[in-house]
């Protein structure tokens, strides 16, 4: 039975795209990636999840990353959130993987709503749980997959754009890249400028510069 192990990166940050990852294997090869220490990618470094990868793209049967640029992300919440956003990538990936079955994790309260969402649009078996990637060997090798794919292509943003830290809204380096940006007025197309992060600068932005003519 081939099963497709689907997960995400980057739902989070204000800056870059966000990537899913779905990860085709023989059912009875999920063992193997077990022991090659695939787990979630959270719970590795950077040196071991790259070490993983090749591992991964090895073992399985095939891989497909569906990446959604930020733009594309401010465009489509005009229609739907952004659980809305990583089903439609979700469904893209397992159309392309046609699987046996789908473990995936639920990116919803109620795991098992997720799940008849997702049914409705693939006749595929799937199997929804929150904290998959540490149940499931193929969602843990989706996860490094997400992850290190995501991480590469920081990196080559922040050569073109400079650093602007890890992107996400807790991070001061970020938040001040924001706030540069938005006061020249150029805030590149990386950045979602629809993330309420982006809004309240732009909004404390604006005030400023009102108080300072008077």
Same mark, same amino acid.
């Given at each position: ?101 789908? $473990? ?15 049914? $409705? ?77 982006? $809004? ?15």
């Amino acid at each position: 039975m081939l099963v497709a192990g689907i997960d995400e990166a980057g739902r989070g940050p204000v800056i870059g795209p966000m990537v899913i990852a779905g990860v085709l294997i023989e059912d009875e090869r999920a063992n193997v990636l077990h022991n090659l220490g695939v787990k979630d990618s959270k719970k590795l470094t950077p040196k071991r999840r790259e070490r993983l990868y090749p591992e991964i793209l090895k073992e399985a049967k095939a891989c497909h990353v569906e990446i959604v640029e930020a733009k594309v992300i401010d465009s489509e919440r005009g229609i739907k959130n952004l659980n809305g956003i990583e089903l439609e990538a979700m469904v893209k990936i397992i159309s392309r993987l046609r699987p046996d079955l789908v $473990q995936v994790g639920s990116i919803e309260f109620k795991a098992d709503k997720f799940r008849d969402k997702l049914s $409705q649009r693939v006749k595929v078996p799937i199997i929804s749980v929150h904290h998959a990637e540490d149940l499931f060997p193929a969602v843990a090798a989706a996860s490094i997959i997400a992850k290190f794919t995501r991480d590469n292509i920081v990196c080559r943003l922040r050569e073109i754009y400079g650093d602007f830290g890890s992107g996400y809204p807790s991070d001061p380096k970020t938040v001040e890249f924001l706030k540069d940006a938005i006061s020249r007025g150029e805030l590149p197309e990386i950045v979602r400028k629809t993330w309420g992060t982006v $809004q309240r600068i732009a909004s404390v932005s604006s005030c400023n510069a009102l108080s300072s003519r008077y």
